[in-house]
């Protein structure tokens, strides 16, 4: 899976938020807290915003604030809203391709692989992260040496 920077810097910044409580706050704050480029923050807001993550009110005393509680909100809600789908084939759903012959099965590959991601990216929630209480599975996954461990390409 590759995680663009829109979704990095969204997932920081709705953490930034999930931090913050219910207290408004300012773009260039939340930019300035993760070292996050001011415009391109501004457009990932925009996104969150439009995708029902984030409220925002304009004037000295308004800001970003979440738009449900940080428990509410899974790291797929997140990338879902700034990228999409949590897996796709060439912009197609999984189930939607058709392979034929010996590459048959590997849309059940794509299947599984989008399966695994749902399984830690929608149990993972802001509030997860910003307790620093990862559900017991991601901590299980992490705590295996091999999952350190970088692949040759």
Do not use: C
């Amino acid at each position: 899976m590759h995680i663009t920077a829109r979704v990095d810097y969204a997932v920081r910044t709705l953490l930034e938020l999930a931090a913050a409580g219910e207290a408004p706050a300012k773009a260039e704050n939340l930019a300035r807290a993760q070292n996050i480029p001011h415009k391109f923050l501004e457009a990932v807001l925009g996104d969150l915003r439009r995708g029902g993550l984030v409220h925002s009110r304009r004037g000295p005393e308004g800001g970003y604030w979440l738009a449900r509680p940080a428990e509410e909100i899974s790291v797929a809600d997140i990338i879902r809203t700034v990228e999409g789908p949590l897996a796709s084939v060439r912009g197609q759903r999984p189930e939607d391709v058709v392979y034929t012959g010996p590459a048959e099965r590997l849309r059940d590959v794509w299947i599984a692989v989008r399966v695994n991601l749902r399984a830690v990216l929608e149990e993972v929630t802001l509030a997860d992260v910003v307790a620093d209480d990862l559900p017991r599975f991601v901590s299980d996954l992490t705590a295996d040496p091999g999952a350190w461990e970088r692949r040759r390409t």
